[in-house]
């Protein structure tokens, strides 16, 4: 029985040491101490109610942003559940670092972050009873993802104006004040960009629009639905074109979308997709899952590859 905090030295003994006991269920927690909403509290509550059952389990903060994805990379991670304890960006690190992995563990989520929207996606608990309680059921669903120029999304990929919103926003402002910030950014950038328009060809047709995101999931930026048809547990994508983004246009959407109705709403199109490409006359912004990424042109499908998630 053992739930133990690793120090940056200490993986090579915890890796011997689980070892020693293959027939228990190995766990491995990544901590994202720099993750909004980060509460070191619930995570030793965590760690104590594991250290009760009968399993391995490791505890380590990351040190540095990549950590997750150089650990989840690594082929010789060799664990039954890896645990992230952060926000929508470390989820994303550790399914882009396990894209090739030749066994990878389930994935579990101990839902810190800003946005948070995979926890919405899965409706995970937040406090460290049902986290403890979920993850000792080990009851899994399949986690689809789709691809971005190659790099997974579990969320979303989008391009054009809330992309410009994420590369704009400092991180000391989105530590500061959380989602609050993203909506600072959006004011603050919303009245001078120039907009630029993007091409979308998908099915078969072509498309022009303003902003278009590629969804895996039925949320965006929280609890905000975008459409009740995708789920991250099913295989399959929606595309969202909004034909204007002029900062009147945006409100409209953003209304729109706190109602759960941005699909109804005009110069909105919703279509299920399973491959799209993104392009335009100058390079525009894109944003993966909440993060920035790079510009347009874009190739948007399916991860023909899924990985298990724990749920409750
Ligand atoms: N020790 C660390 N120091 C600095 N950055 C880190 C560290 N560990 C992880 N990161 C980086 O922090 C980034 C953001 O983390 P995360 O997504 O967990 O929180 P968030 O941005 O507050 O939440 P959300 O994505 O849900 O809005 C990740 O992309 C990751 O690369």
């Known amino acids: 029985m053992k739930a133990e905090w690793s120090n940056p030295t200490g993986t090579e003994r915890s890796a011997a040491e689980s ?6 269920q190995r766990i491995l927690v990544l901590a994202n101490p720099t993750a909004g909403g980060y509460r070191p509290k619930v995570l030793e509550a965590v760690r104590e109610n594991l250290s009760r059952l009968d399993v391995d389990a490791e505890f380590r903060l990351t040190s540095h942003a990549g950590e997750i994805g150089e650990v989840c990379s690594d082929p010789d991670l060799d664990v039954d559940v890896l645990v992230i304890a952060g926000g929508d960006g470390s989820v ?27 926890a919405h996606e899965l ?42 919103v994420v590369h704009a926003l400092p991180l000391a402002l989105k530590r500061r004040f959380g989602k609050l910030a993203y909506v600072l950014s959006a004011i603050r950038i919303g009245f001078r960009r120039k907009t630029t328009d993007l091409q979308v060809h998908t099915n078969g047709r072509s498309y022009n629009a303003k902003m ?61 997709i399973t491959r799209a490409t993104i392009t335009s006359v100058s390079p525009v912004a894109l944003q993966i899952d909440g993060d920035p990424y790079g ?18």
């Open 123 to 164: 409706k995970l608990p937040a406090d460290p009873g049902a986290i403890s309680d979920t993850l000792s059921k080990g009851k899994t669903r399949p986690l689809h993802a789709g691809l971005a120029n190659g790099r997974p999304f579990v969320l979303m990929a989008s391009a054009g104006f809330d992309a410009e």
């Open 19 to 24: 070892g020693m006991k293959r027939n228990r």
């Open 295 to 312: 510009t347009t042109p874009v190739e948007i499908e399916a991860a023909p590859a899924c990985l298990q998630i724990v749920v409750p």
């Open 212 to 272: 278009v995101i590629a969804t895996n999931g039925k949320y965006y930026g929280g609890p905000f639905c975008l459409t009740r048809e995708e789920s991250v547990c099913r295989p399959g994508l929606h595309l969202i074109l909004l034909k204007h983004d002029s900062p009147w246009s945006m409100l409209r959407f953003s209304l729109a979308l706190v109602r759960g109705r941005l699909n109804k709403e005009p110069g909105a199109l919703l279509m299920p």
């Open 92 to 118: 994303n690190e550790a399914m882009t670092g396990l894209q090739d992995h030749p066994k990878p563990p389930a994935l579990c989520l101990v839902p810190f972050g800003t946005a948070n929207v995979l």
